[in-house]
């Protein structure tokens, strides 16, 4: 709703009202109910950091890094593929009388980040999905409830690819992935490398087109960032084609792609677990540690 007398627009979100000129007073308000003043400024990560052009620069320098990363990983991967990955590498590199315990570290690490990933992947294809439901009907109003019942739809959809139809698993794995895929894979130390560096080249490449298509559609940036209920890059896509069914296609793709990475993330997520529990890093491990050979193929990738 508007208001006259210097007061602010109200827009609707998840059936709640809340200003849009005014989140950081929000916020502040709340912090000073728990009795804690505010001191640090909210993180924005949009265009104002460089516009357009710091987009481009930071998407090449930021790939660039990604490719030097992903490469050392792949020259490990190369001699020691194994699906514990990176902790079993600190044991092989790190000082003899510290190995043990900077493995130990590194494997919990690596096991809790890629929970919280598996997490992530589905919260954000969920919100894709919903996004796709506002973009589709404009009278839609998103709710919470919602989304937390396509999270975990997205989650058990996850698991039933892993468990049950994994003969899938190679034609949606990630980068990363490989690395923790390496004992399914025929001989890994050649092809889990050229997987990584090649996935980081080529998605890369795609992306950074990506990138310029949307900056070159992007029109009026206040417009597409104003709804709070639409993501700004579906209201990318329908400015750019003009199209309605023609938006909803391209984010429809999008969102199919990250429900794949979903997939690759459980596919992940569980080698690393049972890795670290082969290994006893986690308690359980006795359980965790076995191989189902009625759901596990033992065919090579």
């Not at 320098?61 to 991967?77: D, N, P, Q, R």
């Not at 900077?102 to 990933?117: E, R």
């Not at 190679?170 to 130390?189: L, Q, R, T």
């Amino acid at each position: 709703m508007n208001k006259q007398n210097g007061s602010v627009e109200m827009r609707t979100i998840g059936g709640s009202e809340m200003p849009q000129e005014c989140r950081n007073t929000q916020d502040n308000e709340e912090l000073a109910r728990l009795g804690k003043k505010p001191v640090l400024k909210p993180l924005h990560i949009n265009f104002t950091n460089g516009g357009l052009a710091g987009s481009v620069y930071g998407y090449l320098i930021v790939w660039l890094g990604t490719l030097a990363a992903f490469s050392t990983m792949a020259e490990l991967s190369s001699m020691a593929p194994t699906a514990g990955g990176q902790y079993h590498w600190v044991s092989i590199l790190a000082p003899h009388n510290s190995r043990k315990f900077f493995s130990y570290m590194i494997g919990w690490l690596t096991l809790v980040g890629w929970q919280a990933i598996v997490a992530s992947g589905g919260y954000l294809s969920a919100s894709l999905i919903q996004g796709l439901m506002v973009m589709n009907d404009v009278s839609y109003v998103p709710q919470r409830w919602q989304l937390v019942l396509l999270y975990w739809a997205m989650i058990a959809f996850a698991i039933t690819v892993n468990t049950l139809i994994s003969a899938l698993l190679p034609k949606v794995e990630s980068a990363d992935g490989a690395v923790h895929m390496s004992e399914e894979i025929s001989k890994p130390s050649l092809n889990v490398p050229r997987a990584i560096v090649f996935s980081i080249l080529l998605n890369g490449a795609l992306g950074f087109g990506m990138l310029l298509a949307a900056l070159f559609c992007l029109g009026n940036i206040e417009e597409v960032s104003s709804d709070p209920d639409r993501l700004p890059f579906m209201a990318i896509f329908q400015q750019a084609v003009g199209s309605l069914p023609g938006a909803l296609t391209m984010a429809a793709i999008v969102s199919l792609m990250n429900i794949c990475a979903t997939i690759s993330f459980v596919a992940t997520a569980s080698r690393m677990t049972w890795s670290f529990a082969r290994d006893r890093g986690v308690p359980g491990w006795q359980y965790l540690s076995k191989v189902i050979g009625s759901i596990h193929s033992n065919k090579k990738i």
